[in-house]
């Protein structure tokens, strides 16, 4: 079974390649994500270490130059990777799960179950992300695992809403009528019958909640209301315009961060689109 399972998603994986925006996205990343494991093992210096002279130019030793301090910007940048793909990962898992499992048992179920989740969809969906967010940051301790938990809790609805529909047309397929009838129970149908056929779409749009949750961490750390023990790309601009770097014109010090939020908001997106793509395929 476990072989079989590994090999429907590496299928999976050889469809979204094939195409040129998953080779792209793939490629990007499979980079970054890469350097948020090994960052802290290849940079030249200790990030937080004084190793130059202050706002030193970009050159051969110092790749990005300094900052006012005299640290080392390449080496903050390298190790900034893992605290936002871990935000982006963390946060979409959650807010995937959230989505997929009340989508699942609200489309399966129907009725006031049904009725009951999709008002409560209804009324996260129109909360106002960011400023909830802005103000919730403000008032509970600054830790990355309140920033992971409140973005998952926040931007499940979406995701609810599409499996929700999906569930729908899938239970009035005849291979669910057949489980039910061979003796399934509901939990069994809706969890091993109904949520393999709704994967792809649930990954897709996991992958679009972890982009959001890219930017929203990044506009967080940059008005001050991030955790800076998860050091992070959004931390880096949030210091940059904390020291006048805007007004020195420092460009090395606040556009790689931004260069690389985008970078790999792009890199998932493109991921989104080849799964979409191979779902297409596969039916």
């Keep these: 079974m476990a072989t079989g399972y590994l090999s429907r998603r590496w299928n ?37 270490e004084i190793v130059g002279l202050p706002y030193s130019s970009p050159s051969q030793h110092f790749l990005l130059g300094t900052d006012d301090l005299g640290e080392d910007l390449f080496s903050q940048l390298i190790v900034a990777c893992r605290g936002s793909v871990l935000v982006a990962l963390a946060a979409g898992f959650v ?38 967010l802005i103000v919730v940051a403000a008032y509970v301790p600054h830790s990355i695992y309140v920033i992971i938990g409140v973005i998952g809790l926040l931007s499940w ?4 809403r599409t499996i929700y529909s999906q569930t729908l047309t899938l239970k009035a397929r005849p291979f669910v009528d057949i489980s039910r009838i061979s003796g399934m129970s509901n939990l069994e149908i809706m969890f091993k019958v109904i949520l393999p056929n709704e994967i792809s779409l649930a990954v897709a749009y996991g992958v679009f909640a972890a ?3 890219v930017v929203i961490e990044a506009g967080l750390d940059f008005i001050g209301l991030g955790s800076i023990q998860n050091f ?11 020291r006048n770097a805007l007004l020195r014109g420092s460009w090395q010090w606040f556009l790689p961060p931004g260069i690389m939020i985008a970078l790999l908001g ?14 297409r395929i596969r039916t």
């Design 12 to 48: 999976d994986l050889r469809v979204i390649g094939q195409t040129t925006s998953g080779k792209i996205g793939l490629g990007l990343t499979i980079v970054i994500v890469c350097l948020a494991i090994i960052g802290p093992w290849i940079t030249p210096y200790p990030p937080g």
């Design 95 to 132: 807010s995937t799960l959230i989505g997929v499992t009340l989508g699942v048992f609200a489309g399966y179920h129907g009725g006031r179950i049904s009725e009951a989740v999709m008002r409560g969809t209804d009324v996260v969906l129109v909360l106002p992300l960011l400023p909830l």
């Design 211 to 213: 982009v959001n949750a």
């Design 266 to 279: 792009t890199g998932l997106i493109l991921i989104g689109y080849g799964i979409e793509k191979a779902a």
């Design 157 to 160: 609805p979406v995701t609810a």
């Design 232 to 242: 992070s790309w959004g931390i880096m601009l949030y210091f940059a315009l904390s």
